[in-house]
């Protein structure tokens, strides 16, 4: 089968041309080719003939691939064949957003020998479709996997000075991609979602221990080759040890912010040097969001960011907000508010609500008590299994071990157990009856405080449950790389996170730093003078 052309000349002179779909069959009686035409799709300068043939294409090559049609023609060579899609989709958000157009007003006035724009897009469209260290991403993606117009001329070093614009331009970008997103989704900014997260770095000593000159060889050698940059020494120690939610409290990290609207749209993000509490963030997030035109405002915040410098912060100038407020022995909440007794309303399966006004007047403060009765069961179901471990494990106690051993130590320091122990006269360790009675009392409980009369308490409780947002938000980013730990390649400038099997750090000129002990690249250095640091063993 093949596309014919036939043509005819009208009387005032014009050609109109047709197309049919035709087909060469061999008759034998008469032994030649006859043509038999199978359809036909009309002029061929109609507009719908073009989307017709379109999709009469999409259909041929969904069941025979590119290189499956030139095979078996000896005279054909197949040059080239990628994916698109992905990159065509990205390409047209991209200029829908147009943040070319601002990326060119913004580098207006200084020379870059390369595209800016073009450096900027590659490391993007990877970021979304294979995530991957920006060395990876110049060798390997760029060269290989995908076209994109313009990345011929691009060098690895262009992709880290591009980072440098990015952070240079951080505030003016951030601030236009979220106008042009609301703009274009019409975006609910009535309530913003904050939260924290950290990330480690899988190296021995903090940036204060570096600069005090407790550092090793290979460490010394990448600092002093940072601090020739005219960009490192500006940028503020970062990586502190600290508070780690994921548990690698042994390890220097940052501490990561996010703002994100009701639909989980990020607003702005911030990075705080690692040994920041989450409490002491929250002034500098409300400051900076000043000007967002973020209309009725509403703040959601976890127990995590609230302390009353914090609430009183939030509602200056007449600011609203939501927070889950900290249950602790003696407050006001553990003796007051969770204590008040009432009916509760029933919201939805897993949720009911009951309001909760202490004081009046200035001193008025509204409380909501959710209770989830799902979560209560699951709660003491996992407290069973506790307190049972625990009774073995002080059995075997009394009867291997002493008063001031490794194991005694370790349970009272015990995040799991310590909770539901007490200690004799005699410096015996039991299960306290008392402490777990405490514990029933909370049992799929959560208090959330508000000063926003207008919102209900339905309003207030699963307005606060939709902080799961920010966590979807940091899913999701952790979501395409395997790890967000230290495979990172970073400057005291700005950090680039990379897959797991990337273990190097790299300088700004895209050249992986040498082993501690000056050892030579690994693989021969097949990616130029490609060293690795460290030993984690790619």
Not at 431 to 453: C, Q
Request: net charge neutral; glycine share 6%; proline share 3%.
């Amino acid at each position: 089968m093949f596309l014919r052309t036939t043509s005819r000349k009208n009387v005032d002179g014009a050609t109109i041309t047709y197309l049919q779909l035709a087909e060469s069959t061999w008759n034998k009686r008469t032994k030649r080719s006859e043509m038999k035409i199978i359809h036909n799709f009309g002029r061929a300068d109609s507009p719908k003939l073009a989307e017709t043939l379109r999709r009469l294409t999409q259909s041929i090559i969904r069941r025979c691939s590119p290189e499956e049609l030139v095979e078996d023609k000896t005279d054909w060579r197949l040059i080239d064949a990628w994916p698109y899609g992905d990159m065509y989709v990205l390409e047209a958000l991209w200029k829908r957003l147009e943040l070319d157009k601002l990326i060119a007003r913004l580098s207006e006035g200084r020379k870059y020998e390369f595209s800016l724009e073009r450096a900027l897009f590659a490391m993007i469209t990877n970021r979304c479709i294979a995530p991957c260290s920006k060395l990876y991403c110049h060798e390997q993606w760029l060269r290989k996997d995908v076209w994109m117009e313009g990345s011929e001329e691009l060098e690895v070093q262009h992709l880290y000075r591009a980072m440098d614009f990015l952070i240079e331009h951080k505030e003016e970008i951030e601030k236009s991609l979220f106008f042009q997103l609301g703009d274009l989704l019409n975006l609910d900014v009535e309530i913003v979602f904050y939260d924290t997260t950290s990330l480690h770095f899988e190296i021995d000593h903090e940036d204060a221990e570096i600069e005090s000159g407790n550092r090793g060889e290979g460490e010394a050698e990448i600092e002093d080759l940072l601090e020739e940059t005219e960009l490192g020494s500006e940028s503020p120690p970062l990586r502190k040890r600290g508070y780690a939610k994921n548990k690698r409290s042994d390890l220097p990290q940052i501490v990561i912010g996010l703002a994100v609207t009701r639909d989980g749209f990020p607003i702005k993000h911030w990075i705080f040097p690692g040994n920041t509490v989450d409490v002491t963030t929250v002034e500098q997030v409300k400051e900076d969001l000043k000007g967002w035109r973020l209309t009725r405002c509403v703040f959601v915040a976890d127990a995590g960011m609230v302390s009353q410098e914090n609430l009183r912060v939030l509602g200056m100038g007449g600011g609203k907000y939501i927070a889950c407020m900290p249950v602790k022995r003696s407050s006001e909440i553990s003796k007051e508010v969770l204590e008040r007794k009432g009916r509760y309303q029933y919201v939805v399966e897993n949720l009911r609500v009951k309001e909760v006004i202490v004081d009046e007047g200035e001193r008025r403060r509204r409380y909501v008590v959710c209770h989830n009765p799902l979560e209560q069961e699951r709660q003491r179901k996992h407290r069973e299994q506790v307190v049972l471990e625990l009774e073995a494990e002080l059995s075997s106690l009394e009867v291997s071990e002493g008063d001031h051993s490794r194991r005694v130590c370790k349970l009272l320091s015990s995040r799991r157990y310590s909770r539901y122990i007490r200690k004799t006269k005699t410096g015996k360790l039991r299960i306290s009856k008392a402490k777990i009675r405490e514990y029933e009392k909370l049992d799929g409980k959560f208090v959330v405080h508000s000063n926003d009369d207008s919102l209900s308490a339905q309003d207030l409780a699963l307005g606060y449950k939709q902080l799961m947002r920010v966590e979807e938000c940091w899913r999701t980013l952790k979501s395409g790389l395997q790890t967000l730990s230290a495979n990172v390649h970073e400057t005291l400038r700005y950090t680039v996170i990379t897959e797991q099997g990337m273990n190097g750090i790299e300088d700004e000129e895209g050249q992986d730093v040498p082993h501690h002990d000056g050892s030579p690249p690994a693989n021969g250095g097949r990616h130029g003078r490609s060293w690795r640091w460290g030993n984690h063993g790619a």
